[in-house]
């Protein structure tokens, strides 16, 4: 299929998975924020955002994290847009006493709670997962009521929510809260590919996907670990953007780790001109998704 206009590309810094065995991963605000401000400089126009304790790189939900981090990008680039995480509190592990009952490492917050940050800082964007799987070793759950909450909030705080897919029924549940106006009709789209219990990485998966969304949507289809560039290739030959960073991956291919965010980037970013295809600057990322320049 031919390449239609300019792609966007996403940079996804730093995730909040266990960290992986990497000299240069990000966790304190500082590195991830130069790690954002130099995956901008290499072209990503999308920053995706998570935060991390400054001590022990473990997944953080605290504002004031999320405050210097974006703080911090923005002293320096108030162009590139700031696409930050409604993910963390939706966590549920059983526990092995009592399957009536939550177990260690459950994490539930309220929508008021899970988007604290979104309403202090009113990014750009943030993201807005609406699956209910296993995940992790435990549970995502995106129910309706909380996810119709949240994409109610995100609207009225004058912020974009993207809407991220991780399996097939979550296009079908995208449908009803797009009907009663819980998300906008011009909310992107992110298909999450290769997750053990979620659409698999593969060509009929990331088509089904596109096919789902309504025509015309600005889609973004990635995969995790290894297939993070084949994936990223796959969205550009069905008409998507691309996304890469170390919250997906650490290697540029088998074998090779990437020595930054900013290097998996022009990854990236060769890939799609090898392609044929060409990268949009910020600005052209703005209008193409309806932001404020």
């Known amino acids: 299929m031919r390449l239609a206009g300019k792609l966007f590309l996403t940079c996804a810094v730093t995730g909040s998975s266990p960290m992986p065995d990497h000299p240069n991963f990000p966790f304190r605000p500082d590195h991830v924020a130069a ?62 006493d009592d399957p ?15 988007l604290e940050h979104i309403l202090d800082l009113k990014p750009d964007m943030c993201t807005l997962d609406i699956c209910t799987m296993q995940l992790w070793g435990g549970v995502a759950i995106n129910l309706d009521p909380m996810i119709t909450t949240m994409g109610h909030m995100i609207q009225d705080a004058g912020v974009l929510p993207e809407i991220e897919c991780f399996e097939a029924g979550d296009f079908v549940f995208a449908d009803d809260l797009m009907a009663k106006g819980a998300i906008p009709k011009n909310a992107p789209f992110t298909f999450v590919l290769g997750t053990k219990y979620g659409l698999p990485a593969t060509t009929e998966a990331m088509l089904y996907a596109r096919n789902q969304i309504p025509r015309d949507t600005p889609f973004t289809g990635f995969g995790v670990s290894r297939h993070s560039f084949p994936m990223a290739a796959q969205s550009v030959l069905l008409g998507g953007n691309v996304r890469v960073g170390f919250e997906d991956t650490i290697y540029l291919r088998r074998g090779r780790l990437a020595a930054d965010n900013a290097d998996l980037v022009r990854w990236g970013v060769e890939m799609v001109e090898r392609m044929g295809g060409d990268i949009a600057s910020a600005g052209e990322t703005r209008a193409m998704l309806g932001l404020k320049q």
């Not at 954002?36 to 004031?64: F, M, Y």
């Not at 974006?70 to 059983?94: E, H, S």
């Open 35 to 96: 790690e954002a401000l130099a995956a901008a400089q290499a072209g990503a126009a999308i920053i995706h955002l998570h935060v991390r304790d400054r001590e022990t790189g473990d997944p953080s939900q605290a504002l004031d994290d999320y405050r210097e981090v974006v703080g911090l990008i923005r002293a320096k680039n108030d162009d590139v847009i700031l696409n930050v995480t409604t993910g963390p509190g939706c966590t549920w592990m059983q526990s092995d």
């Open 100 to 114: 009536a009952v939550c177990g260690p490492g459950t994490l539930m917050f309220t929508a008021q709670r899970r």
